[in-house]
C-alpha cells in the first residue's frame, strides 16, 4: 500500500484554503473584496492573510488610489505550486470516495 | 494529521476549493441589474418612439441607460478583481453597448429608423451575438438560452407581419433582459446567503 501524503497544514486551515482558492482565479483582489467573499471579520483575514503571506503563498502590495489606502493582494508562484499539490494529495487521500 | 481528518472534512475541503474558484471568476450574475435596466429603457424607448414619433426616443433613452451603467459600473468595479475572463466579457458587453449607442443614434438623427421588421433584426442579433459569446466564455446554458431566443427573434421579425415582429421584439426583451436579469440577481444573492461565513 503506497504511503499517504500529509496534507499542508498551512493550506488546510478553511479560511486560508478559500483565500488561495479565490486568489487563484483572480489576478489580484483587494482585501474589502476577500472579506465580501468570505464574510470573515477584518481581524481573521487579516491574520490567515498575514500567515499566507509569510508562508510566501500571497503577495501583498499597498498603494494609494485617489488618495484612498488600497491594499491589494495576488497568489505567488509558490502559494499556486502549494495548492495544486494540496487538491492532489486530497484527491489521493480519498481515492474512490470523491465519486461517492 | 489526516488520521483525525474524516473522509466527510476532506470532500468538504475539495468543494471549498471549487466554489471559491468559481467565485472568483464569477462576473455576470452580478451584473443582472444591467439586463433589467437595459430592458425596462427598451420598453420606455419603443414606447416613446411609437406613441411620440420621436427621432430621439432611441438616442435619448440609449444615451441615459449607457451613463447610467458607466457611472453605476464604476462605483461597483472599485474593489472588483482584475481577471482575464472578466474584461473578456466586460470587453463584449462595453463593445455591445458602443455598437447600440451609435447605431441609435445614427439611424435616429438620419430619419432611417423607417423598417421595424430590419432594425429589430439588427438590434436581435446585436444581442444574440453577446449573449451567445458570453455564454460560450462562462458555458452558461441559461445565457445561451437568451441568445437562442434573439436569434429565433431574428429570423421571425424577417418573415412575420409588423404585430408579429413587435411581439417577437417585446418577448424577447421581457425573457432576456427581465426575467434573465433578475434571475442572475436571485442567483448571486441566494449563493451569498448559502455560503455563510469562512471561519479559520
Known amino acids: 500500500m503506497p504511503d499517504l501524503p500529509a496534507l499542508n497544514p498551512v493550506v488546510h486551515g478553511r479560511l486560508r484554503l478559500a483565500l488561495l482558492s479565490l ?6 483582489a483587494e482585501f474589502t473584496w476577500l472579506r465580501a467573499k ?3 471579520t477584518d481581524g481573521n483575514l487579516g491574520a490567515q492573510l498575514l500567515k499566507l503571506e509569510e508562508a510566501g503563498y500571497v503577495a501583498i502590495e499597498k498603494k494609494f488610489v485617489l488618495r484612498k489606502p488600497q491594499t491589494l ?15 492532489q494529495a486530497l484527491k489521493q487521500l480519498l481515492g474512490p470516495a470523491i465519486d461517492r | 494529521m489526516q488520521d483525525h481528518t474524516t473522509e466527510q472534512e476532506l470532500k468538504d475541503r475539495l468543494s471549498l476549493i471549487e466554489s471559491m474558484i468559481a467565485e472568483g471568476r ?11 435596466l437595459w430592458g425596462v429603457v427598451y420598453y420606455l424607448a419603443i414606447a416613446w418612439s411609437a406613441w411620440g414619433h420621436s427621432v430621439w426616443a432611441w ?5 441615459i441607460a449607457v451613463i447610467v451603467t458607466v457611472g453605476v459600473a464604476s462605483l461597483k468595479a472599485d474593489n472588483h478583481p482584475e481577471t482575464t475572463l472578466g474584461r473578456a466579457i466586460g470587453s463584449i458587453w462595453m463593445a455591445l453597448g458602443i455598437s447600440m449607442f451609435l447605431l441609435f443614434l445614427a439611424l435616429g438623427l438620419s430619419g432611417r429608423l423607417t423598417d421595424q421588421h430590419l432594425f429589430v433584426a439588427v438590434i436581435s442579433a446585436i444581442l444574440g451575438m453577446a449573449n451567445g459569446a458570453s455564454a460560450l466564455i462562462l458555458r452558461w446554458k441559461v445565457q445561451f438560452a437568451c441568445a437562442v431566443v434573439w436569434w429565433v427573434a431574428v429570423v421571425t421579425t424577417c418573415f412575420g407581419t409588423d404585430t408579429q415582429s ?3 421584439f417585446l418577448v424577447a426583451i421581457f425573457l432576456c433582459q427581465i426575467v434573465f436579469g433578475i434571475y442572475g440577481a436571485i ?3 441566494q449563493e ?6 469562512i471561519h479559520a
Open chain 1, 23 to 28: 486568489l487563484s482565479g483572480v489576478e489580484e
Open chain 1, 73 to 87: 493582494y495576488r497568489i505567488t508562484e509558490t502559494g499556486r505550486q502549494a495548492l495544486t499539490e494540496y487538491v
Open chain 2, 187 to 189: 442567483a448571486e444573492a
Open chain 1, 38 to 40: 468570505t464574510d470573515a
Open chain 2, 59 to 63: 438616442p435619448v433613452t440609449m444615451l
Open chain 2, 26 to 36: 464569477r462576473n455576470t450574475e452580478s451584473w443582472g441589474w444591467t439586463f433589467v
Open chain 2, 166 to 168: 413587435m411581439i417577437v
Open chain 2, 192 to 197: 451569498h446567503k448559502r455560503r455563510g461565513p
